[in-house]
């Protein structure tokens, strides 16, 4: 079921996006080899985090991986593990771009709020409302405004023949006040508002909202807003865009396990949306976390809207901001999200704001997501993450 939109309208990717961001709920559960808390007063946290990544790796079937750290808005840290291509034997580095899955969900978050910022969007703006006329392209149809769209979506969510029908179950778009603020905060299944619900199909409708507003699609609005002020010079918004070609061939080729326990090539396209589609580098994601400390893309308020859990109707923080996962340990803020596209790539980015300290994770196969069921909400499930928090923080954590 491959749809796409005509020009400024949403692309119903059902199957790319929702199998790149949804299929955690059918991880099974990881046995937990907990890496032990090490403090963070070692003689030299680097060399003890590159030599846990190396075993990590191995751990969990990883060809190549790139990582970033960074401390009060430097780069203390970038390097490349493994290959990001076996059969030519192209080392991973720090410069090596990678597709980032969902890590494109913070970047659409803050083109959003710069949206409401120059008060284009609310973020209480009902959503048949904004798409209301939005042509939708699906199955070589053309399908009128957002109240047609959702009988398509209604209907597909009822095909037992459709595999991620789940990921529509229950968006009631044709009886309940679904806004904005439901989409980017996962609440828009059931009761909006009610509970969370981990959707990258659903989050993928914020980018026609963001196209309706201000009359741009998507990847340009990623380039004017964020790429291009940033010197992000090794980040492409979309696959599909033909823009630095360079960068594009330069991209890691991606893996998955074979019967033989050797690894073979694997592939995940997906066209950009909010959700995810955007190629980068840990170095031109660190300028962007940088840019985000500094306020430079969005206000100080806006970010700590992003950064601030949402609550259930019911009063009940919840485990995502806007466009960001937030949780607590020890009263300490992590801000983080993840990408995971199944069998091909994935992601890991890692905010303490109260010590100023970022970790950014780019891999060429699944396994630095997929064991952990990330998407419940919980980084501490991450050896990855629990490495960095060991090393770099007095947090002595164990792996969840």
Not at 211 to 223: C, P, R, T
Request: one cysteine or more.
């Amino acid at each position: 079921m491959n749809c796409k939109c005509s020009k400024n309208q949403p692309r119903f990717q059902i199957i790319q996006v929702g199998a790149l961001i949804i299929l955690f709920f059918f991880s099974a559960c990881v046995s937990q080899t907990n890496i032990p808390p090490t403090q963070a007063s070692v003689e030299d946290p680097i060399q003890t985090f590159r030599q846990q990544i190396e075993y990590l790796q191995k751990k969990y079937n990883i060809p190549g991986i790139s990582i970033a750290i960074l401390e009060t808005q430097q780069v203390i840290f970038a390097d490349g593990f493994g290959l990001a291509d076996i059969d030519h034997e192209i080392p991973a580095t720090a410069n090596t771009p990678y597709n980032i899955a969902s890590l494109t969900k913070p970047f659409a978050a803050a083109v959003l709020m710069k949206l409401v910022e120059e008060d284009k969007l609310d973020l209480h703006d009902e959503m048949a409302v904004l798409l209301k006329d939005t042509q939708f392209r699906y199955d070589n149809r053309t399908i009128d405004g957002y109240g047609n769209a959702c009988k398509e979506i209604r209907t597909a969510s009822r095909d037992p023949n459709f595999e991620y029908a789940f990921l529509l179950k229950n968006y009631r778009c044709n009886t309940a006040r679904i806004e904005v603020k439901h989409h980017l905060t996962h609440t828009a299944q059931g009761e909006p508002g009610a509970a969370y619900s981990y959707n990258g199909f659903l989050f993928g409708f914020l980018s026609p909202v963001a196209e309706a507003l201000s009359g741009k699609n998507f990847a340009d609005l990623l380039v004017e807003t964020i790429i291009r002020p940033l010197d992000m010079t090794r980040t492409v918004p979309s696959i599909n865009k033909g823009i630095r070609q360079q960068v594009l061939e330069d991209r890691a080729k991606y893996y998955k396990m074979g019967f033989g326990g050797d690894f073979v090539p694997s592939s995940y396209p997906v066209k950009l949306s909010s959700s995810a589609g955007m190629i980068s580098t840990v170095r031109d994601l660190a300028q962007f976390d940088i840019a985000m400390d500094r306020n430079l893309i969005v206000s100080e308020e806006s970010k700590a809207a992003m950064f601030t859990p949402a609550i259930s109707n019911s009063g009940k923080p919840l485990p995502y901001g806007l466009g960001w996962f937030v949780q607590y340990h020890k009263d300490v803020k992590l801000v983080w999200h993840y990408g995971w596209a199944p069998k091909a790539y994935s992601s890991l980015i890692l905010k303490v704001p109260e010590k100023e300290l970022t970790l950014i994770l780019l891999a060429n196969s699944d396994g630095a997501s997929a064991p952990f069921r990330l998407g419940a909400g919980n980084v501490l499930r991450s050896p990855f993450a629990v490495a960095f928090l060991n090393l770099f923080t007095d947090l002595n954590v164990f792996q969840q």
